[in-house]
Each structure stands twice: as C-alpha cells, then as structure tokens.
C-alpha cells in the first residue's frame, strides 16, 4: 500500500486548507485511515480518523475546526482544516490502518500499517 498526502501550504491564521491522501496499491483491507502532525522539535501526534466503517474521532485540539472525509471511488481520504491557527503549523502524515487495533479511538502511531511522506503546512499569524 503506498499512500500519497497532499495540500499543504501557507496560509494566514483564519485561513482554511484541504490535505488529501491518496491510497494505492492493496487497499481491500482497510480499517482505518488517520491523520498524525509533527511540529519542528516535536513529538508526532494524532489529529484525527476515520473508519471505513463509519465514524470519525479527532483530537481535542482540532474538534470542531478540522472534518475527516473520505471518497470511496477514488481512495481518497481529505482532511478538512478550517480557522487554522499559528499552532497548526506542521508536517501533516496521513496512515492507514489494516486491522482494528487495541483502542477503539484509534490514536496511537502503532495501529497504523502503512503511512505517507507527509506534507507541510505552515500557518502565519
């Protein structure tokens, strides 16, 4: 499976970005697919995943700001990021997870099988 992440960029805080990722290859089996960011000096942290399915789960931080979708036809999950703040600013990855992990949020970097090359997006205030 190779995943493909996509859109980021710089914007101005307020602004809104979408990021996509892209999943080719073996993708019959999919449980899940996240999204992770790792800001400069900075541990990588969960933002946010959606289950094949159904059903969404972000981190706090993100709730109500950032939307996960995803278009089955084209492989595609996007990560909706509204209102974004200077505090956003990061390497974006998205991953994919084969099988259902230990948590049902889903949170941890190790459900994940599979991850992308990560895109960046840096927010200006």
């Known amino acids: 499976v190779q995943l493909q992440a996509s859109g980021g960029g710089l914007v101005q805080a307020g602004d809104s970005l979408r990021l996509s990722c892209a999943a080719s290859g073996r993708t019959s089996s999919v449980y899940g697919m996240g999204w992770f960011r790792q800001a400069p000096g900075k541990e990588r942290e969960f933002v946010g995943r959606?289950?094949?399915?159904?059903?969404?789960y972000y981190a706090d931080s993100v709730k109500g700001r950032f939307t996960i979708s995803r278009d089955n036809a084209k492989n595609t999950v996007y990560l909706q990021m509204n209102s974004l703040k200077p505090e956003d600013t990061a390497v974006y990855y998205c991953a994919l997870a084969s099988r259902s992990g230990p948590t049902a949020t889903m949170i941890r970097i190790y459900e994940y099988d599979f991850w992308g090359q990560g895109t960046l997006v840096t927010v200006s205030s």
């Open positions: 959606i289950k094949w399915s159904g059903g969404t």
